[in-house]
Antibody
Framework: EVQLVESGGGLVQPGGSLRLSCAAS????????MHWVRQATGKGLEWVSA???????YYPGSVKGRFTISRENAKNSLYLQMNSLRAGDTAVYYC?????????????WGQGTMVTVSS | SYVLTQPPSVSVAPGQTARITCGGN??????VHWYQQKPGQAPVLVVY???DRPSGIPERFSGSNSGNTATLTISRVEAGDEADYYC???????????FGTGTKVTVL
């Protein structure tokens, strides 16, 4: 079964750091682009970062310079290092797989992990 | 940055057809994807590349895209279709992925 399982969420103070992990199974992890998408409570979806199969990375302006996406293919794992966290980063963070055709769709999603930034 | 606009809500009676629009500048030139999200659950891809369906998605879900508007159509609506729906594209000019504002579908 194709599956993504996130972990690492929790409560962190403003200015603090947190590292999220996503464990992939059921597919050849190294062959897919991977993404992080977040959703604040009661709000819409926001793309947070992407990493290609070659390790190329992409970020929106809202997190660029603060968040770092990485992958470890030998461990079938995706990571998101989040630094200088702000209250506005509070959200459920989803790990998602990019579609194999390179169309830009997210075809598999994890169940999400909650990040709360508060003092 | 590229903006995708959806109506906040759509209401439809069971058995009828729901149409959810997604507006964006020349969106017809992009590949549009649609997601269904039920309360407390992760999003699920229901239509990709404008009009294709992943395996396991009912034929009642279809999509179209032309000009400045993409549309997700849900035929013969069922109570279980009640959810939030999001459109999404990849903006090649910025290498960013963009989601629409989301539409809540209510089955009357």
């Amino acid at each position: 079964e194709v599956q993504l399982v996130e972990s690492g969420g929790g409560l962190v103070q403003p200015g603090g750091s947190l590292r999220l992990s996503c464990a992939a199974s059921g597919f050849t992890f190294s062959s897919y682009d991977m993404h992080w998408v977040r959703q604040a409570t009661g709000k819409g979806l926001e793309w947070v970062s992407a990493i290609g199969t070659a390790g190329d990375t992409y970020y929106p302006g809202s997190v660029k310079g603060r968040f770092t996406i990485s992958r470890e293919n030998a461990k079938n794992s995706l990571y998101l290092q989040m630094n200088s966290l702000r209250a506005g980063d509070t959200a459920v963070y989803y790990c998602a797989r990019g579609d194999s055709s390179g169309l830009g769709a997210f075809d598999i999603w994890g169940q999400g992990t909650m990040v709360t930034v508060s003092s | 940055s590229y903006v995708l606009t959806q109506p906040p809500s759509v209401s439809v009676a069971p058995g009828q057809t729901a149409r959810i629009t997604c507006g964006g500048n020349n969106i017809g030139s992009k590949s549009v994807h649609w997601y269904q999200q039920k309360p407390g659950q992760a999003p699920v891809l229901v239509v990709y590349d404008d009009s294709d369906r992943p395996s396991g998605i009912p034929e009642r879900f279809s999509g179209s895209n032309s000009g400045n508007t993409a549309t997700l159509t849900i035929s013969r609506v069922e109570a279980g279709d009640e959810a939030d729906y999001y459109c999404q594209v990849w903006d090649s000019s910025s290498d960013h992925y963009v989601f629409g504002t989301g539409t809540k579908v209510t089955v009357l």
